[in-house]
């Protein structure tokens, strides 16, 4: 098993890319343009301050991408880089994967994301064979919870306080696919 992913053109104005060092200086700029806007309910913002940080982040997505554990993508819109979206990491021993995304600001309310997630969906189950695809979002982030019900994927659970935000805890709702049950919305 494996993967080989550049470019997933998912119609006439959203693409997914993987993630290179060229990307530096624009993702950064739209990081730290979005900053407060991200910072509600992404637990990195703090750790990512200078374009140098970027370049760590997209060194390390290039490992992790090259030893087949995770990969992450830009959103492009029109071919202006809108938000990042990826698997965390490919458990391929059990055939599963979790998408984790985020956008900016300006980018929300378009589709965009629910496009995304459907591609990138598609994509574990018919290009990498994987059974089950989870998405994990924050109880309190209803824009982030309804991309997965749109796409009909099924709420599992809540795992309470599953990750530190900042100075306090989240709890994460749970939403999962698998392969037998995705139409490819």
């Given at each position: ?9 998912i ?6 890319r ?6 530096a ?5 739209l ?7 991200l910072?509600?309910?992404?637990p ?14 997209l ?29 965390h990491p ?17 980018y929300e ?9 459907s ?9 990498l ?17 309804a ?14 306080q ?14 999962s696919?698998l ?7």
């Amino acid at each position: 098993m494996g993967f080989t992913f550049s470019t997933l053109h998912i119609d006439n104005e959203l693409e997914l890319r993987l993630l290179d060092e060229s990307d530096a200086e624009p993702l950064f700029r739209l990081v730290d343009e979005n900053r407060k806007h991200l910072r509600e309910w992404l637990p990195w913002l703090d750790h990512n301050t200078r374009v140098e940080d970027t370049m760590q982040f997209l060194h390390s997505c290039r490992v992790q991408y090259d030893n087949q554990i995770c990969f992450n993508a830009s959103i492009r819109h029109n071919g202006a880089i809108a938000g990042v979206i990826g698997f965390h990491p490919i458990d391929w021993q059990n055939r599963s994967a979790m998408i984790g995304y985020w956008i900016a600001k300006q980018y929300e309310g378009k589709g965009m994301m629910t496009r995304a997630c459907s591609a990138l969906t598609t994509y574990a189950f018919k290009n990498l064979s994987l059974n089950r695809v989870d998405i994990r979002c924050a109880t309190g982030n209803a824009r982030s919870c309804a991309i997965p019900k749109r796409l009909g994927f099924r709420f599992e659970g809540t795992l309470r306080q599953a990750e530190w935000l900042y100075d306090h805890f989240v709890d994460l709702h749970v939403y999962s696919m698998l392969a037998k049950d995705w139409s490819g919305t």
